[in-house]
């Protein structure tokens, strides 16, 4: 008796230098891969891509919806990453979930949060990081883009588990302000294309399917572009 899938996802992620992308096939994460940081994304992507559905010897045919991440994370990864997913939505007539980056680090952070909130650290480099914090998978304090200092002074002491590379990268700062009340996950920088699958499945079996111009990056920061405008503006 052959099997037929009832939902597939094809996800991706390029808010990180390598990215990944993943394959989830009625709720359960069928294949995800890091993608090659060495070639550049518009070389890597479509290669990455078709290689995992090759192996879950699927076509974008039978993907019934596409899945990315919608930030924080470099902007023009994220215009690649979105842009890229967006046409094969289009071209698919399927579509696409996007999915934050935050939430899907929160998510992965559960299975050793117990009596933890969770706080998600994406390095926004220049001395900053973009930063959420979660009682389990709730958001209970919007993304912000601020020194880490900064963001570690309202945590207070409350126990609090940092996951994402901003909490590797300042992980000395993040113990020196908060003490014994700060734990840093096992695996700061995991892949995320995998989690963003399932969340992005569990959006569809939901009913949402937005299509594919409705997606929004989640910047947190203006670009560089911005700053210089209102720079000039204020001469």
Do not use: N
């Amino acid at each position: 008796m052959l099997y037929y899938p009832s939902m597939v996802i094809l996800a991706l992620d390029t808010t990180t230098p390598a990215g990944s992308c993943a394959l989830a096939v009625d709720g359960v994460l069928a294949r995800e891969e890091a993608s090659d940081a060495s070639l550049p994304p518009a070389t890597r992507l479509p290669l990455d891509l078709m290689a995992i559905l090759e192996h879950g010897r699927l076509t974008l045919g039978d993907v019934d919806a596409f899945a990315v991440a919608t930030g924080p994370g470099s902007f023009t990864g994220l215009r690649i990453g979105i842009a890229t997913m967006q046409g094969l939505a289009f071209a698919a007539g399927k579509p696409l979930i996007g999915v934050s980056a935050l939430d899907a680090l929160a998510r992965i952070a559960q299975a050793e949060a117990a009596g933890y909130r969770i706080a998600t650290w994406v390095d926004a480099w220049r001395g900053e990081v973009y930063a959420a914090l979660y009682d389990g998978e709730r958001e209970v304090e919007a993304p912000v883009v601020a020194r880490p200092d900064e963001v570690l002074t309202r945590l207070a002491r409350t126990p609090t588990i940092f996951i994402g590379d901003g909490a590797r990268t300042y992980q000395d700062t993040i113990h020196r302000v908060m003490g014994e009340s700060a734990r840093v996950a096992v695996m700061p920088t995991p892949l995320l294309a995998g989690t963003i699958s399932l969340l992005a499945d569990a959006i569809a079996t939901g009913g949402a399917h937005p299509a594919p111009h409705a997606i929004r990056p989640l910047y947190v920061r203006r670009t560089d572009a911005e700053l210089a405008r209102d720079s000039s503006a204020a001469r």
